[in-house]
């Protein structure tokens, strides 16, 4: 019955004589807005105004010419391929993965948990070396991959492989809670009317996930078009041929040529915002339908 | 410690909670504060406890207005519906905590605050559990943990606001029989809160009716029960059957009929006649009675209740009978109310 | 089906490589293995990439715990927004982090210029570093506290009140210690990250060997030497004391369930 009132005031109502037991005074409220504020200003806000004003720092002219630069040009489009191929993958594996774990009973599945969030705790570079130490030259595979003729390292293969392990575990982690959450209920009644297990998946699941689904794949590609440090690793940094974005702002950066890494760097920036806002309005829309791994 | 409520007024926003609500409460008195949803108590009970402050009006702690003094100066006990338990703690951190954040004048030494801790504690039957968390205890037992906690600050006031509401049935009847223990063991002055009328009847020294923002009636339970002085309190305690009669010369009329009862004094006009199910007499007679056709009949415990469609009018009843009594369908059945009151509308 | 796939995927992506780190290391032998972890270069490394990591979550411990609490409990123009921006380190590239700190914090940057007339210097040096994953560990906190003290009963504080405590003690003796748990948790998210952090950090470190050299950026460089045990060595440890660390996330978690009746 606490709560029996309506109190459209909220419980920091104005004009009280006595202050309410559960707020603070106003300048404790003020002092701490004040600190969260200048907080994310200085370390996030600053930071992000920083890119967008060093890139145009000669000018919006210089701004385009610099980003028409082939090798610009050519480290968006590899960015862009490793994306197409790294999400859809980790879509399918994240899907099946929630799936196992969510609706199925069976030994290890705690390790399994464990092992898919795994490269959430491993340094990016540890993941680039894992490929170097499998594929590399002085591996077991190594030699057998060039009498072959494959070329894994140091070219898109390998960029795709350390960016799939990377972004492994975004979708399986968003949808993992929620598939639990929803039980086995709706399906069991789906296949007790005759359905066939694509049909219950295609027409029950399906629709249960679809935006947290949405939800994970967003973040996934986010980390997918910018995960450097992995790369980084496993690219060779030939130019032209296998730097992504973020590698060529770190090697126009290195040479001094700050208002081209700044304004590849815009490019990725404005792919973090986007990110954010389709973020903030699935959150707003359908928070019921997306779980709590927002940490993540 | 006596508590007087003069003229509180509290509006949330524009709507008004509580209006022109004023209450003596007595040194040592347990007191119910019951009405439905909506009616005001459990924001009378935080305007006692200083967690609401009053739009208008006074409330006084003996002969000092407390109204101006925050929740930390009063000096109460609460307990939470929910408990609110503070989960990181044991419960002898729970009890012990309202000494053990005093300044440090008027601190206890941590021994005599263990002491006493353990007093209440087992006071409230929880010894050996003073080393659990709160998510390892039962309904129940949370429930004694917060009265013990609020007890530990020697309140001026007890405040509890549905106390048994989360509780099931069970728990409920032994906890409220133990509190009425407690509370004659330990004379705190105690406003409970309640929407549940045999709570409030069984366990009160007086209960305070509440509705829409007002106090309807304060009573011992048999003055409630017994003398309901509004329709909204005959209704909202106990079972009861409205019935339009007409007043003639001291007279009850329905319709055309007398009913055999006479009202001295009443003024002539229309009025609702207010009786309980089981304040009737059975009779033979088909004149100076009510009448009415079974409808329904339903042997509950030890008593028949049976529905009536009163021929006269086009009201229904439900009347209570001894079990012996047969009342086939459609049969006719007289009778008349040995305990009535008249309300005009 | 699906755990086929799901097990199959695991094994290709994850658990090979990672095997592969396990096996390279194990013939290296035990005492070639201690005497690269050891390696005074190695060990000044991981002292500087755990020391950075664990100031720079501490910091996040605090700031983190005053701006989930002001999210979770204020209203202000613009609220929604710094609640999105809460979420900027997870989605900017690290690299595009690393070269804006870099510019923002060296001796001619907005900040720096501010900081190098008071003798605080940043870009470069290890305060740099912290800079950096400060950065980069922002969101773990908030984002590990913020749901539970949304969760918070007010009943809990208004019992609190009643009681005697004033606004002071209601937070520090209630309040926050029942957050416990998840700040832990938040603390070891961030930690672990700041870490393993490579690209935000190399820009800004000014990478002096044995100043401000992260062991991330040491493999890398090993590995462009072609030292390949060397780089194989500190991986190794540092893939060591990750799990440790998942691990003391996973034992907080559980330890709080079973005393508060909730998992972070």
Redesign the interface.
């Known amino acids: 019955?606490?709560h029996?009132?309506?109190?459209?005031?909220?419980?920091?109502g104005t004009s009280?004589?006595?202050?309410?037991?559960?707020?603070?005074?106003r300048l404790?409220?003020y002092v701490?807005?004040g600190?969260?504020?200048c907080?994310?200003g200085?370390?996030?806000?600053?930071?992000?105004a920083?890119?967008f004003t060093?890139a145009m720092r000669n000018g919006p002219g210089e701004f385009l010419t610099v980003l028409a630069d082939p090798e610009t040009f050519s480290a968006i489009r590899l960015t862009l391929i490793v994306a197409v191929i790294a999400v859809p993958l980790n879509v399918?594996?994240g899907v099946?993965?929630a799936?196992?774990?969510a609706?199925?009973e069976?030994k290890g599945k705690a390790f399994?948990t464990?092992?898919?969030?795994?490269?959430f705790?491993?340094?990016?570079?540890?993941s680039g070396?894992?490929?170097?130490?499998?594929f590399?030259s002085?591996?077991l595979l190594g030699p057998w991959l060039q009498s072959h003729g494959i070329q894994i390292l140091f070219a898109v293969p390998g960029i795709v492989?350390a960016t799939?392990?990377v972004t492994?575990p975004f979708v399986a982690r968003e949808l993992i809670p929620l598939m639990q959450e929803q039980g086995t209920s709706d399906e069991e009644a789906a296949l007790s009317l005759g359905a066939s297990g694509w049909q219950t998946f295609w027409y029950v699941t399906l629709p249960n996930i679809k935006w947290g689904l949405l939800y994970g794949v967003l973040?996934c590609n986010?980390r997918a078009?910018?995960?450097?440090?992995a790369v980084?690793?496993v690219s060779g940094h030939i130019r032209g041929l296998t730097n992504t974005?973020?590698?060529q702002?770190?090697i126009l950066?290195n040479e001094y040529n700050?208002v081209a890494?700044?304004a590849v760097?815009t490019l990725?920036?404005l792919?973090?915002?986007v990110?954010?806002?389709l973020?903030?309005l699935l959150e707003m829309k359908f928070s019921e339908q997306i779980a709590?791994s927002?940490?993540? | 410690m006596e508590v007087r409520v003069q003229n509180i007024r509290k509006e949330?926003?524009r709507?008004p909670?509580l209006n022109d609500v004023s209450l003596d409460i007595r040194s040592g008195e347990l007191i119910a504060l019951l009405g439905p949803?909506?009616s005001?108590?459990?924001?009378l009970l935080?305007l006692v406890a200083?967690?609401e402050?009053p739009t208008d009006g006074t409330i006084y702690f003996g002969d000092e207005d407390a109204s101006?003094?925050?929740?930390?100066q009063r000096n109460i006990g609460f307990v939470?519906?929910?408990y609110a338990l503070f989960r990181h703690m044991t419960v002898l951190d729970n009890v012990s905590f309202g000494l053990k954040i005093r300044p440090a004048g008027r601190r206890p030494s941590t021994a005599d605050i263990r002491r006493r801790a353990m007093e209440l504690i087992d006071l409230v039957q929880l010894s050996g559990l003073e080393k659990r968390y709160p998510a390892q205890l039962s309904g129940g037992q949370r429930q004694r943990v917060a009265l013990a906690r609020a007890m530990a600050v020697e309140p001026n006031v007890l405040l509890l606001?549905?106390p048994f509401?989360a509780l099931d049935a069970q728990v409920r009847k032994e906890l409220r029989r133990w509190l009425r223990e407690i509370h004659d063991r330990t004379g705190h002055t105690t406003i409970f809160?309640t929407?549940d009328q045999e709570e409030a009847l069984e366990l009160a020294d007086r209960v305070v009716v509440m509705s829409k923002g007002q106090i309807e009636q304060v009573g011992t339970p048999d003055e409630i029960y017994d003398a309901p002085i509004s329709p909204f309190v005959f209704g909202f305690i106990g079972q009861s059957n409205i019935l339009p009669v007409r007043v003639e010369n001291g007279q009850l009329w329905i319709e055309d009929r007398s009913i055999g009862i006479s009202a001295p004094g009443e003024d002539d006009g229309d009025a609702q006649l207010y009786f309980r199910p089981h304040d009737i007499e059975l009779l033979d007679g088909s004149g100076g009675c009510i009448a009415g056709l079974v409808t329904a009949s339903r042997r509950v415990a030890g008593t028949r209740h049976v529905e009536l469609d009163i021929v006269a009018s086009q009201g229904k009843v439900e009347i209570e009978l001894p079990p012996e009594k047969t009342a086939t369908d459609r049969s006719r059945i007289a009778f008349r109310p040995t305990r009535w009151k008249l309300f005009r509308n | 089906?699906?755990?086929g796939?799901?097990?199959s995927?695991?094994i290709l992506?994850?658990?090979?490589?990672?095997s592969?780190?396990v096996w390279?290391s194990s013939v290296l032998g035990w005492s070639t293995f201690w005497a690269l972890a050891t390696d005074e270069r190695t060990v000044n490394a991981l002292r500087i990439s755990f020391g950075t990591a664990f100031a720079a979550a501490l910091v996040n411990v605090v700031?983190g715990v005053?701006?989930a609490?002001?999210?979770v409990?204020?209203?202000?123009p613009g609220k929604?927004i710094?609640?999105?921006?809460?979420?900027?380190?997870?989605?900017?590239?690290?690299?595009?982090?690393g070269?804006?700190?870099t510019?923002?914090y060296a001796p001619n940057?907005?900040?720096g210029s501010l900081l190098a007339p008071l003798g605080i210097k940043v870009a470069f040096t290890p305060l740099g570093i912290v800079?950096a994953l400060?950065?980069v560990g922002?969101?773990?906190v908030v984002?590990?506290v913020q749901?539970i003290m949304e969760e918070i009963d007010?009943?809990v504080?208004?019992a609190a009140?009643?009681l005697g405590a004033n606004?002071f003690q209601?937070i520090s003796r209630v309040l926050l210690p029942g957050l416990t748990p998840a700040v832990l948790t938040?603390f070891a998210?961030a930690f672990?990250?700041g870490?393993?952090?490579?690209?935000s950090v190399i820009?800004i470190a000014g990478n002096l060997p044995y100043v401000s050299e992260i062991?991330?950026?040491l493999?890398?460089i090993r590995?462009e030497e072609f030292n390949?045990p060397a780089?194989?060595a500190i991986?190794a440890v540092?893939?060591v004391i990750?799990?440790v660390?998942?691990f003391v996330i996973?034992m907080i978690q559980a330890w709080s369930r079973r005393r508060y009746g909730y998992g972070t």
């Open positions: 019955m606490a029996e009132i309506p109190d459209p005031v909220g419980h920091h009280e004589m006595v202050r309410s037991a559960t707020s603070e005074s404790a409220r701490l807005i600190i969260a504020l907080f994310v200085l370390f996030v806000v600053v930071p992000l920083s890119v060093e399918v594996f099946s993965a799936w196992a774990i609706k199925f069976f399994l464990t092992l898919i969030d795994l490269p705790s491993v340094s990016p570079v540890i070396l894992v490929f170097i130490l499998l590399g002085h591996s492989l799939v392990f492994f973040l986010a078009m910018g995960e450097f440090g980084s690793v974005m973020p590698l702002v770190e950066y700050f890494a700044f760097a990725l920036a792919l973090a915002l990110t954010l806002v973020k903030s709590a927002r940490r993540h | 949330f926003g709507f909670a949803s909506g005001g108590k459990t924001t935080r200083g967690l402050t101006r003094k925050t929740v930390q939470f519906q929910h606001d549905e509401g809160v929407h | 089906m699906a755990l796939v799901t097990l995927w695991l992506i994850i658990l090979i490589p990672l592969g780190l390279r700031f005053i701006l609490w002001v999210l409990r204020y209203r202000f929604r710094v609640d999105a921006m809460v979420d900027l380190p997870f989605a900017l590239p690290t690299a595009v982090a070269i804006a700190l510019t923002l940057g907005w900040i800079i400060v950065f922002l969101p773990f984002r590990t749901p007010k009943e504080e208004e009140a009643t606004r209601t938040g998210l672990a990250r870490v393993g952090e490579y690209g820009f062991a991330p950026l493999i890398v590995l390949y780089a194989t991986a540092m893939l990750s799990f660390m998942l996973n």
